[in-house]
């Protein structure tokens, strides 16, 4: 069938407007502002065995980006993770305990603990644990544009590499816990898993350390199926506990695995391009 020429102009400018109004909604829903409220991660812990409540608020935040807290499958399974922004001499027996039971845990660290620790960097992951993100220089990541966003998680990267030889797995966790629809997003552009928790503690206050029966309770009082738990390794309390907590999770039926086993991606390594 032969189209006259209004025909053919008709159907032209029919495709440019759809065109042009196709292309209007891309720029608008690129350039629309993400949300910068800031929250601190927190959880409503319902009992041992039990799952904690994030609140309908921090599940709709969450659930638009690469952000975990929890393995919502419900298996018995633990993800042990650790938070150091420095030193304070407990490293070295959290790590034997780890390797005496045969854990793989995950340490968050920050880009002085690598500059200052090598030794016990190099430790981590020759003995098979995970080193995550937790920005250079324990930055409010709610409070940094997307360009000092990327420096601080950039920095880190390469420091990692320069000391370990090889790229960082992609997931972070913010400093405190502090988070917004924005600093998310941010870091799903930089292709990066944000890792949360949903166990945690007050545990890192060095000065205030109350004895290992304090991290035991904490711990067993609240577990429950698909646990993250945060500890940190400046805390007394989490060293002298840890092995007795190991080994009655492990009776109560609980089995910890890798921070991999929650994610499971194989884009969670930084490219070499």
């Known amino acids: ?7 053919v102009i008709g159907f032209f400018l029919f495709f440019m407007i759809c065109f042009l ?11 629309r502002s993400l949300d910068t409220r800031s929250y601190g991660w927190g959880l409503k812990y319902n009992g041992k065995g039990k799952l904690p409540e994030a609140g309908k608020q921090y599940e709709s935040i969450i659930a638009k980006h690469n952000a975990f807290y929890i393995d919502k499958t419900t298996t018995k399974r633990i ?20 390797k ?3 854990v793989s845990a995950t340490f968050f660290l920050v880009g002085d603990y690598l500059n200052k620790e090598e030794d016990l960097v190099k430790r981590m992951v020759k003995e098979g644990h995970i080193i995550g993100n937790h920005t250079y220089k324990h930055r409010d990541l709610t409070k940094l544009n997307k360009a000092e966003y990327k420096e601080q998680v950039e920095k880190w990267e390469q420091r990692y590499k320069e000391l370990i030889g090889k790229d960082p797995m992609k997931i972070i966790r913010p400093p405190e816990g502090t988070f917004s629809d924005q600093s998310l997003q941010y870091a799903d552009d930089l292709g990066y898993y944000t890792i949360l928790w949903s166990l945690a503690y007050y545990d890192w206050d060095k000065d205030k350390q109350q004895g290992w029966e304090y991290a035991y309770n904490n711990v067993m009082n609240k577990i429950h199926p698909g646990a993250v738990i945060l500890m940190h390794s400046t805390s007394k309390d989490n060293a002298d506990a840890l092995e007795k907590l190991i080994i009655g999770l492990r009776k109560d039926g609980y089995e910890f695995v890798p921070i991999t086993k929650l994610i499971m991606s194989e884009n969670l ?3 070499n391009n």
Do not use: P
């Open 100 to 102: 005496k039971q045969r």
């Open 269 to 271: 390594f930084v490219s």
């Open 21 to 31: 109004s196709m292309t209007t909604n891309t720029v608008e829903a690129s350039s």
């Open 1 to 7: 069938m032969k189209l006259s020429h209004k025909k």
């Open 79 to 98: 993800y042990l993770t650790f938070d150091a922004g420095y030193e304070n001499g407990f490293t070295d027996q959290i790590l034997n305990v780890l």
